[in-house]
């Protein structure tokens, strides 16, 4: 099955971080297909250190929990603390592996949610997944990643951009 992923880091070296999480999905997944790098402003959280993203694709017999469990060790590894204050608000980070999506596959757990709940409302999930997969469709709602993100960025009333990011 193949899983869209997103790595992202805010802090410190930002690329180094990346490309240690590449090379250790490498090493546990094996090849893999990226998108460009995207920069984009903390999302859920007040910072003033910006992201960089990268989408990556990933082909595995792996169920959804054994992947998720897998990238969280490799999390662990470049970024010992937690991507979450003790409050459960978000916090800056070293690395954050999130599952965008599968092929088309719906997976909700305790613990896990494909597509990625926030998904839609995300341009920095969007970008890649639609540079990576612009054949692919939302499972529920049909919609491509392009026609999402062009959902997002359309203006309202008010002239503002209907994507918040607070």
């Known amino acids: 099955?193949?899983?869209?992923?997103?790595?992202?880091?805010?802090?410190?070296?930002?690329?180094?971080?990346?490309?240690r999480a590449m090379k250790a999905i490498g090493e546990e997944f094996g090849p893999y297909d990226t998108s460009h790098k995207v920069e984009s402003d903390?999302?859920?959280?007040?910072s003033t250190n910006r992201f960089v993203n990268i989408g990556l694709t990933i082909d595995t017999d792996k169920n959804p929990e054994e992947v998720m469990e897998r990238l969280q060790i490799i999390e662990k590894n470049i970024s010992p603390r937690g991507h979450r204050r003790w409050d459960g608000t978000y916090n800056d980070r070293e690395i954050d592996i999130d599952i965008m999506a599968t092929d088309g596959v719906s997976y909700e757990s305790k613990n896990l949610q494909i597509p990625h709940k926030h998904l839609a409302k995300r341009d920095f999930f969007l970008k890649p997944l639609a540079e990576l997969a612009p054949e692919w469709r939302h499972p529920e709602t049909g919609?491509?990643?392009s026609e999402m993100l062009e959902a997002i960025n359309l203006p309202t009333t008010k002239g503002k951009s209907q994507e918040k990011r607070n």
């Open 42 to 46: 903390p999302w859920g959280f007040d």
């Open 143 to 145: 919609l491509s990643a």
């Open 1 to 19: 099955m193949k899983y869209y992923l997103n790595l992202g880091s805010n802090l410190g070296n930002r690329l180094l971080h990346l490309t």
